[in-house]
């Protein structure tokens, strides 16, 4: 497994939220959103639930037989209830602890998830597992065990979570409430183009040439082209700050990488999805214009992906609104917060309220 801790540009995931008043005044507290009391938002029915702290273990089944899956409920409100859906592929829930600073003030219970293969998951070893179908039946599976459904389901992917969550609503958006796709363009081709010709010449032709060398020798492994990708490429675009001032829980996050998920679906290079990976040719821009559940879409004007291209994904959804961090890059949760948490808590909010695109 590799060891260097900042290997991953395509994916990640996590975010967070802010409230708005009634005016909706950028960093201000909604108290007309927060929850009807401390004692409610975090009370439990299920006293297993409360004896673990929310945690709970989900059996899915699968063609080469039953794993489990770790879930973690954060407060309770039958109204709102959002499932987390990480990045990576292979990263973990950690990316998204910053939820707990803006979602219970907003009254929004949120439930941490890591997928099959991730940190706090089973991590079988068997590869046929790492396929985008079958993660897709995962989340449906977790669904049914957590008891989400229409009337209170919001399903949120970052990155890699993005393109999972979009997958699972073209097939089962019956059972949302809401759907929220932060930083993930709808088609990997053009997320491709994007970073070969926008992104990858912005950097120092010297390290760029330096980059390219190290991918054409296929030589991933070699630490400096982790020293030249986080040096040069995250704090560019990842999360826009030193790599010494990167959060506690995102450092956390890819330490506990699968790096054997990683590769199978997105492939080593960090330009890109290359080789033989899963997801190389993934594209539903032709299948999207069939999504009628509201749609958020999050980009940023520094991120991986074309924010562009996320714009386009909220205005051909049958139920689209875009949100746009201008100072924030593929984590613009953490580099962009009060901006970020503001739209998504609106989002969530004006679904519940019945106000969404009035």
């Keep these: 497994m590799k060891n260097y801790a900042y290997f991953l540009a395509f994916c990640f995931f996590g975010l967070m939220m802010s409230c708005a008043d009634q005016t909706k005044t950028p960093g201000q507290t909604n108290t007309e959103h927060s929850p009807a009391s401390t004692n409610s938002y975090y ?6 639930l409360k004896n ?11 063609a080469k037989g039953r794993f489990n899956v770790w879930t973690k409920q954060v407060g309770n409100n039958p109204d709102m209830r959002v499932l987390l859906l990480h990045g990576g592929p292979g990263l973990t829930h950690e990316l998204f ?14 439930i941490y ?19 985008l179908d079958r993660f897709v039946e995962e989340v449906e599976q977790v669904r049914q065990a957590l008891d989400l459904d229409k009337g209170n389901f919001y399903l949120y992917g970052q990155s890699w979570g993005g393109i999972l969550g979009l ?35 912005m950097m120092d032709p010297a390290v760029l040439a330096e980059i390219q060398a190290l991918e054409v020798a296929e030589d991933y492994m070699n630490p400096r082209y982790g020293e030249l990708v986080s040096e040069h490429y995250y704090t560019e675009h990842i999360l826009r700050r ?12 890819f330490n506990h990488i699968n790096y054997v998920v990683y590769n199978h679906m997105q492939g080593p290079s960090e330009f890109g999805i290359k080789g033989d990976a899963n997801l190389k040719h993934w594209d539903v821009k032709k299948d999207i214009v069939n999504l009628s559940v509201p749609v958020l879409s999050i980009g940023a004007k520094h991120d991986t992906m ?16 875009f949100h746009f961090c201008p100072n924030g890059s593929h984590l613009s949760q953490y580099d962009n917060a009060e901006i970020y948490y503001d739209g998504l808590i609106d989002f969530i909010v004006d679904v519940n309220e019945g106000t969404f695109n009035q």
Excluded at 97 to 110: K, L, M
Excluded at 116 to 124: H, I, N, T
């Design 97 to 110: 602890e910053c939820f707990e600073s803006y979602f219970p003030e907003a009254g929004i219970e949120f």
């Design 43 to 48: 009370s439990y029915t299920d006293s297993l």
């Design 52 to 62: 673990s702290g929310g945690v709970k273990m989900v059996p899915v089944e699968t």
């Design 242 to 253: 030193p790599l010494t001032e990167w959060p506690e829980p995102v450092n956390r996050s």
């Design 306 to 321: 074309d924010p562009e291209q996320m714009k386009w994904l909220a205005e051909n959804v049958q139920n689209g609104r």
């Design 113 to 131: 998830y890591d997928q099959l293969g991730s940190y706090y998951s089973d991590q079988p070893e068997d590869t046929s597992l790492w396929k």
């Design 167 to 201: 997958q699972y609503a073209l097939k089962y958006q019956e059972h949302l409430k809401g759907l929220i796709i932060s930083n993930m363009v709808p088609s990997l081709p053009e997320y491709q183009i994007y970073s070969s010709e926008v992104l990858a010449p």
